[in-house]
């Protein structure tokens, strides 16, 4: 890989720029998902084991270039006391007498963390002249943001190129895995794919069918291929305008070599809600006044006899709408089963994107995922095959 680690690097009292990623999800003043926050700790806490001084750069929710003080990153301090085990001094900017007073006063094995790097119209969009400010207060840049990775901003694609710059741990986690599951995988490759709209997964779709051996399409956007192929799906949610792309994506993958998996029997119900009446039926013969709103268990058995005969898995969004109960189940069982198998050492199974974590969280089975990817839209982009600003600017620093 292209680019350098913190063990390229001399840190000996020197201060290090760390961009994190700790845009974590915030109720009524407390962090109710600390796992990026977490994730970070072992990148801080090797950088201070190396003599260097952590200053922490991040930028938190999309205040749009202004200060919004309910968009502080303050708010994010005890959680991430909590996870480092030591107190975190704070600085209410990222540039100017704020931030360089604060990096002055930092003793040896302290952490800083910087006001949101949003506060700054320079920040988006990648100013030089803002990162020149950003650049002033470290001596080295290290990028732990893969979860930001796919935005060209200043603290995460601009200041690669002023200082000295190498990989935090947690963004070599995340490109290591990714590079085992669909950069060099172990075949055969099965993908699944789901959520609720195929028109945000085009590309997505795009690059896996001419790179899994099996994609399994569930949720939502299985709907619109259903209703392609002349199948009626009754009040679902589905993009008619769209069959002709869908069957654009079914002609390629068939003469490409990928075998499509979609649902062959749902589960169907009047109402979008908890606990609403419901009933499996084929997926020939959904109610012209029902609604499919998962996959049901014929469909699963075919999914994890899928998962049992390949070597690697990359899982992106849920099978249904596995936001309410009982439309979780399918999403569920599968995710167990690839659990089982990934704990077992007999796949390799690498999932990520916003309601992907969440859905694998629900049914418990996260943890036995061989890996599970802090990222939502960078992971997305980088399953699409685009280059992603942040990474390229490493390789080539
Ligand atoms: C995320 O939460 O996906 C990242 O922190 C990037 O945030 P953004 O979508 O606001 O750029
Ligand atoms: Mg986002």
């Given at each position: 890989?292209?680019?350098?680690?913190?063990?390229?690097?001399?840190?000996?009292?020197?201060?290090?720029?760390?961009?994190?990623?700790?845009?974590?999800?915030?109720?009524?003043?407390?962090?109710?998902?600390?796992?990026?926050?977490?994730?970070?700790?072992?990148?801080?806490?090797?950088?201070?084991?190396?003599?260097?001084?952590?200053?922490?750069?991040?930028?938190?929710?999309?205040?749009?270039?202004?200060?919004?003080?309910?968009?502080?990153?303050?708010?994010?301090?005890?959680?991430?006391?909590?996870?480092?085990?030591?107190?975190?001094?704070?600085?209410?900017?990222?540039?100017?007498?704020?931030?360089?007073?604060?990096?002055?006063?930092?003793?040896?094995?302290?952490?800083?963390?910087?006001?949101?790097?949003?506060?700054?119209?320079?920040?988006?969009?990648?100013?030089?002249?803002?990162?020149?400010?950003?650049?002033?207060?470290?001596?080295?840049?290290?990028?732990?943001?893969?979860?930001?990775?796919?935005r060209a901003h200043a603290?995460?694609?601009?200041?690669?190129?002023?200082?000295?710059?190498?990989?935090?741990?947690?963004?070599?986690?995340?490109?290591?895995?990714?590079?085992?599951?669909?950069?060099?995988?172990?075949?055969?490759?099965?993908?699944?794919?789901?959520?609720?709209?195929?028109?945000?997964?085009?590309?997505?779709?795009?690059?896996?069918?001419?790179?899994?051996?099996?994609?399994?399409?569930?949720?939502?956007?299985?709907?619109?291929?259903?209703?392609?192929?002349?199948?009626?799906?009754?009040?679902?949610?589905?993009?008619?305008?769209?069959?002709?792309?869908?069957?654009?994506?079914?002609?390629?993958?068939?003469a490409g070599g990928c075998?499509?998996?979609?649902?062959?029997?749902?589960?169907?119900?009047?109402?979008?809600?908890?606990?609403?009446?419901?009933?499996?039926?084929?997926?020939?013969?959904?109610?012209?006044?029902?609604?499919?709103?998962?996959?049901?268990?014929?469909?699963?058995?075919?999914?994890?006899?899928?998962?049992?005969?390949?070597?690697?898995?990359?899982?992106?969004?849920?099978?249904?709408?596995?936001?309410?109960?009982?439309?979780?189940?399918?999403?569920?069982?599968?995710?167990?089963?690839?659990?089982?198998?990934?704990?077992?050492?007999?796949?390799?199974?690498?999932?990520?994107?916003?309601?992907?974590?969440?859905?694998?969280?629900?049914?418990?089975?996260?943890?036995?995922?061989?890996?599970?990817s802090t990222a939502g839209?960078?992971?997305?982009?980088?399953?699409?095959?685009?280059?992603?600003?942040?990474?390229?600017?490493?390789?080539?620093?």
């Amino acid at each position: 890989m292209g680019w350098k680690t913190l063990d390229d690097m001399d840190l000996k009292g020197k201060v290090v720029l760390v961009r994190v990623d700790i845009n974590v999800p915030v109720e009524a003043g407390r962090v109710t998902d600390a796992t990026r926050i977490e994730r970070i700790v072992p990148t801080v806490k090797d950088v201070l084991a190396r003599g260097g001084k952590p200053v922490l750069l991040a930028h938190f929710d999309r205040p749009k270039g202004k200060v919004v003080p309910e968009m502080s990153l303050r708010v994010v301090l005890p959680a991430l006391e909590a996870a480092l085990g030591t107190k975190v001094a704070f600085a209410e900017d990222c540039i100017g007498p704020k931030a360089a007073e604060a990096i002055a006063a930092l003793p040896a094995g302290g952490v800083l963390l910087l006001e949101n790097t949003r506060f700054h119209a320079g920040e988006e969009k990648n100013d030089p002249g803002f990162a020149q400010a950003l650049a002033a207060g470290g001596d080295i840049y290290c990028n732990d943001a893969f979860s930001a990775a796919h935005r060209a901003h200043a603290s995460t694609e601009g200041l690669a190129h002023l200082l000295p710059a190498c990989a935090g741990r947690l963004m070599q986690a995340e490109l290591s895995a990714l590079e085992k599951a669909l950069g060099q995988p172990e075949r055969p490759v099965v993908a699944v794919v789901g959520g609720a709209k195929v028109s945000t997964k085009l590309d997505l779709l795009g690059n896996l069918i001419a790179r899994v051996d099996t994609l399994v399409i569930g949720g939502g956007m299985a709907n619109t291929f259903l209703a392609a192929k002349g199948i009626n799906v009754g009040k679902s949610l589905c993009e008619h305008d769209l069959a002709d792309t869908a069957r654009a994506i079914m002609d390629k993958a068939e003469a490409g070599g990928c075998e499509i998996l979609l649902p062959l029997d749902v589960v169907v119900a009047r109402e979008f809600k908890a606990n609403a009446a419901h009933e499996t039926v084929a997926v020939d013969a959904c109610p012209s006044d029902a609604m499919i709103l998962d996959a049901g268990p014929e469909t699963v058995v075919k999914i994890v006899a899928a998962f049992r005969a390949s070597k690697t898995l990359v899982w992106n969004g849920p099978l249904g709408a596995f936001e309410i109960e009982p439309f979780n189940e399918a999403t569920d069982d599968a995710a167990r089963e690839a659990a089982a198998l990934s704990k077992g050492g007999r796949l390799l199974a690498v999932a990520g994107g916003g309601d992907t974590v969440a859905a694998l969280n629900a049914s418990g089975s996260a943890d036995d995922f061989t890996y599970v990817s802090t990222a939502g839209g960078a992971f997305l982009e980088w399953l699409e095959g685009k280059t992603l600003p942040g990474v390229a600017a490493l390789e080539t620093a």
